[in-house]
T-cell receptor
């Protein structure tokens, strides 16, 4: 059984640029949640996708958007990057929206 | 919104000593998760508690959810260097019929000295 994987592991961008982060769900999971973790803080919920539809969203602006594909892998897109977007981005997959969530290793994004 | 407060924020213990980390919620907890995180890495699931008074153990780690379901504790017996890391509690917040999200505390950083 393959766990949750994320790519890339690290990324450096400049203000104003756009970025796409990718997540591959654990086998058999149809739900993906994305979290942002700033240094020294707990993860903050961005949104959740269930069967290719957005299933809930946290307090993040519209420039944070996502996609889920038929194979249940997912993307997080961030437009017009700001310095405060520098963080560890975590995705978590689950068998259903309210099931236990399994986290990937994260993507560390640095915005200069 | 649900707030989770963890204490202590950081902890340094000598190998072999016991320790307890607390997680207090501003609202009733319907699902409480404990995760461990190595610096800059993903979260490793430890255990989930749902019922008031529930207690679960895995190896040398025991977690309990109090009867009133607003506080959880994580206890490590005979700590080892492998226990070092950041411990996060997460509350399962349900705001629609199907959607749920985890709200996390700020974490407790544990160091185990030899």
């Amino acid at each position: 059984e393959t766990g949750v994987t994320q790519s890339p592991t690290h990324l450096i961008k400049t203000r104003g640029q756009q970025v796409t982060l990718r997540c591959s769900s654990q086998s058999g999971h149809n739900t993906v949640s994305w979290y942002q973790q700033a240094l020294g803080q707990g993860p903050q919920f961005i949104f959740q996708y269930y069967r290719e539809e957005e299933n809930g969203r946290g307090n993040f602006p519209p420039r944070f958007s996502g996609l889920q594909f038929p194979n249940y892998s997912s993307e997080l897109n961030v437009n017009a990057l700001e310095l405060d977007d520098s963080a560890l981005y975590l995705c978590a997959s689950s068998g259903a929206p309210r099931d236990e969530q399994f986290f990937g290793p994260g993507t560390r994004l640095t915005v200069l | 919104s649900q707030e989770l407060e963890q204490s202590p924020q950081s902890l340094i213990v000598q190998e072999g000593k016991n320790l307890t980390i607390n997680c207090t919620s501003s609202k009733t907890l319907y699902g409480l998760y404990w995760y461990k995180q190595k610096y800059g890495e993903g979260l490793i699931f430890l255990m989930m508690l749902q019922k008031g008074g529930e207690e679960k153990s895995h190896e040398k780690i025991t977690a309990k959810l109090d009867e009133k379901k607003q506080q959880s504790s994580l206890h490590i017996t005979a700590s080892q260097p492998s226990h070092a890391g950041i411990y996060l509690c997460g509350a399962d917040v349900i705001w629609t019929g199907t959607a749920s999200k985890l709200t996390f505390g700020t974490g407790t950083r544990l160091q185990v000295t030899l």
